[in-house]
């Protein structure tokens, strides 16, 4: 498992290569699995990535198979964040609108830099 911090949004962002890492880290994301399921273990989501965001205090635990597509990794990242952004309730105009999204799109992008940089 890897940390990297995230300034723009204080996220600290765990990445895990190894399921068996991944699913018992201290949030349980699938509660507890019994120590005979990883026997026959072949991959948790069928050769992509998945992962869970954590609020208070702002973290993305996520689990990266190494056959991940770059497709699979910005789509998994991009959910997450998501869960992490300010809601956009109300625009002003378009141009706050369109700010709001451009920033967006740069913190999934540049998160989707530094996992891929640590793998």
């Not at 349980?28 to 273990?41: L, N, Q, R, S």
């Not at 992509?48 to 910005?74: M, Q, R, S």
Request: proline fraction near 5%; include cysteine.
């Amino acid at each position: 498992m890897q940390n990297k911090t995230y300034t723009p949004l204080s996220l600290e962002i765990f990445i895990y290569t190894d399921p068996k890492e991944f699913a018992n880290c201290k949030y349980k994301p699938f509660g507890e699995i019994p120590e005979e399921y990883w026997e026959g273990f072949a991959g948790i989501n069928n050769g992509k990535c998945t992962g869970f965001a954590v609020k208070n205090p702002n973290e993305i635990h996520i689990y990266v198979e190494e056959w991940c597509t770059d497709t699979e990794l910005i789509e998994t990242v991009g959910h997450e964040v998501g869960h992490l952004m300010p809601k956009a309730k109300v625009f002003i105009n378009e141009e706050s609108k369109a700010g709001y999204y451009e920033q967006f799109v740069g913190d999934v992008y540049r998160i989707y830099c530094m996992i891929k940089e640590s793998l």
